[in-house]
């Protein structure tokens, strides 16, 4: 019982990360793993979390990178980029 | 001779070595042969010779050692012994044990005669070509020998369970020799397994190595799409106007046509591989294409490089086949779709960009652009990939959590135990 459920949490696991190729959230890790692979949401949703807790730093900087897509548009992100070198530049003397 | 196949694969699915059920099928279709002088009587010698010599050994799993003997035993047999035996070698898989076909065997014999180091491969060839030229004439008497063969003496070479653990002492062993010059021989000694033999391994090499070069271009693929979507995202006000032509001027060039005819053979061999998922892909891929007549331009979008060279750029060419598959299960025209594994990842990000640029010009477009969903086929193919070859290495290596944990978790979720009997409704 014990190996079959580790096995199969690794599997779980594996496609999550097959997920996180594909830049999708969690949610549509869930759903997409309902429906491709029969994994109940719960299960993904669970596994999901426990991924999180051991790997907070990937998942903080992945959760950054996905709201940076929500949010920002192309204008936006280019604007930003532009500040971040006017920014830069206006430190440069300083330092 | 018609009335020789039916009876051939009667006696195949009962040819565990009852005499006694032979006689029973073959009194029925051949009522001049007597009970259990069947084998005496008629010219199937060269079929039964495992019964002729005794040899009925059900529940033997016998080396690959043995089998090279076996022809020795079977010289009497000209070439129906020389298919078996090399097909005995080839039945690891069990995929021969399944397939009467002609064709399906000598494919299978064709691919398996790569696994084969030594003094199979010549016996592949041979056989392919006897069994080729025989096809019509002897073609029940082929399939039941090997079929008879297969069930008589069971597989010559255990069927090896390749657990996560033993893949990776696997892959461990194949990349000290190095991808290339990995010999199946090596690989068992470094890996020191008693259960193995170079046969299991010389297969799983095979399985290994073609999906690598898959998980490669996929993942590349899969990488040069979240880079490329950032550039887009960054580049875009700058690019201005120049946008439309960019993705497509850096597309069109990079893109060649595929050679189609080295694909068309690729997938009729495929077609017993599909457990590795080539066909499986083509199929999800070639169901989708008449789901997106929006994007069709976009369905061949901007690919930076593509390993597999697929046809995107002749968008024209596209379409006709985009009509042409209904449901498009073809062997033709897969290679495209097959290819199209990775540039549907990007196919998404992508189909933004021309809608934005038809569109308004810079409103709406920024959202389909970084709200990019990957297409279903994609995702269906990733994630198959990993439910039929579950001994893969974890594509990003997160740190996995405890067992404990996740389980504790699920059953105060209500879920007492995974994985779970019944499956999520669909």
């Known amino acids: ?95 | 001779m018609l009335a020789v196949s039916p009876l051939r694969s009667e006696r195949n699915a009962e040819n565990k070595g009852e005499m006694e059920s032979f006689s029973i099928i073959s009194s029925e279709e051949f009522p001049d042969f007597g009970d259990g002088n069947l084998l005496e009587s008629i010219d199937f010698d060269d079929l039964f010779v495992g019964f002729d010599e005794g040899d009925v050994l059900p529940d033997l799993e016998m080396d690959s050692e043995i089998l090279v003997e076996l022809p020795a035993n079977k010289s009497d047999v000209e070439e129906s012994s020389d298919m078996n035996t090399s097909v005995e070698k080839t039945d690891e898989d069990g995929n021969q044990r399944r397939d009467e076909e002609e064709e399906d065997k000598v494919s299978g014999s064709s691919s398996s005669s790569s696994k084969e180091e030594e003094i199979l491969s010549k016996r592949e060839e041979t056989n392919a070509v006897d069994k080729r030229s025989s096809k019509h004439g002897v073609k029940g008497r082929k399939s039941s020998a090997k079929e008879k063969n297969n069930k008589q003496e069971k597989r010559k070479t255990k069927k090896v369970d390749w657990t996560p653990e033993l893949h990776r002492r696997f892959v461990q062993a194949v990349e000290q020799l190095g991808v290339d010059k990995a010999v199946p021989s090596r690989i068992l000694e470094l890996m020191g397994i008693d259960c193995l033999t170079r046969h299991n391994i010389a297969s799983h090499l095979q399985k290994y190595r073609s999906h690598r070069k898959n998980l490669l271009a996929r993942e590349a693929e899969a990488a040069s799409w979240s880079h490329r979507r950032q550039m887009y995202g960054g580049t875009a006000q700058a690019g201005g106007g120049k946008r439309d032509i960019n993705p497509w001027v850096a597309v069109a060039p990079t893109m060649g046509f595929p050679p189609v005819s080295p694909m068309h053979h690729h997938h009729h061999h495929f077609k017993p591989l599909h457990v590795w998922g080539h066909p499986t892909m083509d199929q999800s891929r070639m169901h989708l294409w008449p789901k997106h007549p929006g994007h069709t331009p976009s369905p061949p979008p901007p690919q930076p490089q593509s390993t597999w060279g697929p046809p995107p750029a002749n968008l024209s060419f596209w379409h006709h086949h985009h009509k042409r598959v209904s449901n498009g299960v073809t062997p033709g025209t897969p290679c495209f779709p097959q290819p199209m594994a990775p540039t549907r990842f990007g196919a998404a990000p992508v189909p933004g960009i021309p809608p934005h640029h038809h569109g308004t010009g810079g409103q709406p477009g920024p959202h389909p652009l970084v709200d990019c969903h990957p297409s279903k086929e994609s995702i269906d193919a990733a994630l198959g990939d990993v439910l039929s070859k579950p001994w893969l290495p974890l594509p990003l290596g997160l740190k996995p959590p405890s067992t404990d944990s996740v389980l504790g978790e699920l059953q105060r979720q209500g879920v007492p135990n995974i994985p779970p009997s019944c499956a999520s409704s669909p």
């Open chain 1, 1 to 95: 019982m014990g190996d079959s459920s580790t096995s199969y949490i690794h599997m779980v696991q594996h496609l999550i990360e097959k997920c996180l190729i594909f830049n999708m959230t969690k949610e549509e890790c869930m759903e997409a793993l309902s429906k491709h692979a029969n994994i109940k949401p719960v299960i993904t949703s669970t596994v999901w979390n426990e991924l999180e807790k051991e790997n907070k730093e990937f998942f903080e900087a992945y959760a950054q990178s996905q709201s940076k897509q929500d949010r920002m548009s192309e204008e936006e992100t280019s604007q930003m980029i532009q500040k971040m070198i006017s920014d830069s530049s206006n430190k440069d003397p300083s330092e």
